[in-house]
């Protein structure tokens, strides 16, 4: 856990919808258990819920609509300018509905951090909680992974194991995934941003987090 004295690390929070990660992030932050500066919450869609939230707790919002740019490229740039122009030094993505290209991770290298419904490298990409429930896993659960140009695939920074049950449906399952997905991404953040974490190849050692 952070403390009062550490310095705050500048963040952009990235959303497309509901927001609710970002909400633990920015509680995190307001109970001084992450040691981050959210500079933006940006949002590609500008009817994602989680923006008012956040403008209403006068926390910086921006809109950047991709349906703006001709390609990724454009608006992968455009979003890597805007980020930049804002101090940010890490990325969190938080239900951030786009692939990013090289034309953005490429200027955050290892800086951008991202949440997954499931337990990677199973189940990766989208609906993958009826997935992991059809596939017949008797455990699913989530992945806090640095970003790399995969989808999915960058280094595991945190996990926790959410069983299936008989009656599970996609939107129960996803309901108890979601209260730990709640838990670890703000551990997770922290453990980075306070550079507790080292790398020995793919493993991210040092987090701390069960
Ligand atoms: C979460 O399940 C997250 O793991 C996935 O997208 C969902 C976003 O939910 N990447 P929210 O917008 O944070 O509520």
């Not at 980020?83 to 890490?90: A, D, H, I, M, T």
Request: net charge negative.
């Amino acid at each position: 856990m952070s403390d009062s004295t550490q310095a705050k690390v500048p963040i952009a929070v990235l959303i497309s919808g509901r927001g609710s990660n970002m909400v633990s992030l920015v509680e995190a932050v307001k109970a001084g258990s992450l040691a981050a500066d959210v500079r933006v919450v940006l949002s590609n869609k500008p009817t994602a819920a989680g923006l008012e939230w956040a403008a209403e707790r006068g926390v910086p919002t921006a809109i950047l609509s991709h349906k703006d740019f001709a390609s990724r490229e454009e608006f992968d740039t455009a979003l890597a300018n805007e980020l930049e122009g804002r101090g940010v030094r890490y990325v969190a993505l938080a239900g951030f509905m786009r692939v990013l290209t090289p034309a953005f991770l490429g200027r955050f290298s290892g800086r951008v951090i991202n949440i997954h419904p499931a337990l990677l490298p199973s189940f990766p990409g989208m609906n993958v909680q009826q997935k992991a429930i059809d596939y017949g896993v008797r455990h699913s659960g989530c992945t806090v992974h640095f970003v790399d140009e995969g989808v999915d695939t960058g280094a595991i920074i945190a996990q926790a194991v959410v069983p299936i049950l008989d009656d599970d449906t996609a939107d129960s399952l996803a309901a108890r995934i979601l209260e730990q997905e709640h838990r670890i991404y703000p551990l997770a953040l922290d453990a980075v941003l306070s550079g507790r974490v080292r790398m020995e190849g793919r493993r991210v050692l040092g987090t701390g987090i069960e």
